[in-house]
């Protein structure tokens, strides 16, 4: 069986550690719905990249989820309708 023939003191088992910090994910945020994501993939919240939609998020969701996602976009375009008519007039 191997087995390690000499202790490693303190310093050098805490020199090879010293590479082992995790790095701060760089996040960004969506230009459509605000939410953070990383660079260079596409929103996991609304599915767009680049001003263009690239994964159909409602795909994976069920039945339930969907009606419920379509209720609130429902709900704010309404809402963006009354503010440009305030606008208009
Ligand atoms: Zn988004």
Known sequence: MPHPKKRKTKSGRNERRSHHALK????????????PVKPHLACSNCGYY?????????????????MKVEKVKAKEEKKGEKKETVSNS
């Open 24 to 35: 701060k994910i760089a996040l960004i945020a969506c230009q459509k719905c605000k939410q």
């Open 50 to 66: 680049n001003g263009k939609e690239a994964i159909d998020v409602l795909k994976k969701l069920s039945k339930k989820e969907r």
